[in-house]
């Protein structure tokens, strides 16, 4: 009787079969064909279709399946093997990204545009602080608007804001910014209600009860005071 050993996954690449009987072994180098592959196809769409000029490409959430001739298949989502390709660069509508696997290629479609202003959209947001107080942008909308003619409302969640510290009566400008585009919004801050004197005890005056004479082992009447 014999013994096989194999030193890798033979199913996928080639190696050494090493046979042994009694005291004698033989190596036999294996050549293993990789799996013809049929066509590739996108099975799950990447998440994140739409890019500013210049963004880099984020395949997050892309899944390739590769068809064999064997009638097997694969899900790729670990992209190092393949070659992608796609200019980001400049606003142009839709542009082609193009992944390529073992010299099969699939390709999708993202949207790149540049903003062009911004403003703010919903002015209902706090406009009065006092002093001391920070900025609260909680009911604040911008709006985006892009060079394709697209427009987006974004909340707080997206832009940034910075001010001088509200540290006396007065106007203070906020800078929003998205992108580094700015708008700028007026606030005013309030001295607020001055604070009450504090309470000073400056005596007490005390009304003698009506009972004030008693006899030795008389119970204290303190009814008047």
């Keep these: 009787e014999f013994e096989a050993v194999y030193g890798a996954d ?3 690449r080639g190696t050494e079969l090493v046979i042994t009987y009694a005291d004698k ?7 293993v064909n990789a799996k013809a592959i049929t066509d590739i196809a996108i099975t799950s769409p990447a998440e994140k279709t739409l890019y500013l000029a210049g963004e880099e490409l984020d395949t997050t959430g892309l899944a390739i399946t590769v068809n064999y001739e064997d009638g097997t298949s694969e899900t790729i ?10 200019d980001l660069s400049v606003a142009n509508d839709e542009a082609v990204v193009s992944v390529t696997y073992e010299g099969f ?14 403003f703010i959209s919903q002015e209902s947001y706090k406009t009065e602080y006092e002093i001391g107080e920070e900025f609260d942008p909680q009911d604040m909308l911008i709006c985006v608007s892009y060079t394709n003619y697209d427009s987006e409302e974004l909340d707080s969640t997206a832009f940034t804001w910075s001010h001088d510290p509200f540290e ?6 906020v800078t929003i910014n998205y992108n580094g585009f700015e708008e700028i919004v007026e606030v005013t801050v309030l001295a607020g209600e001055p604070e009450p004197e504090p309470v000073v005890l400056t005596g007490i005056t ?5 009972k004030t004479t008693y006899t030795v082992g008389d119970t204290l009447d303190l009814a008047g005071m």
């Design 105 to 118: 290629t699939v390709t999708y479609t993202v949207m790149v545009r540049e903003i062009e202003f911004i």
């Design 10 to 12: 033979v199913m996928t």
């Design 206 to 210: 005390v009304e003698a009860p009506t």
């Design 77 to 86: 989502t670990d992209f190092s093997d393949c070659i992608i390709s796609a």
């Design 168 to 173: 006396a009566e007065g106007t203070y400008y």
């Design 25 to 31: 072994t033989l190596t036999v180098i294996l050549t």
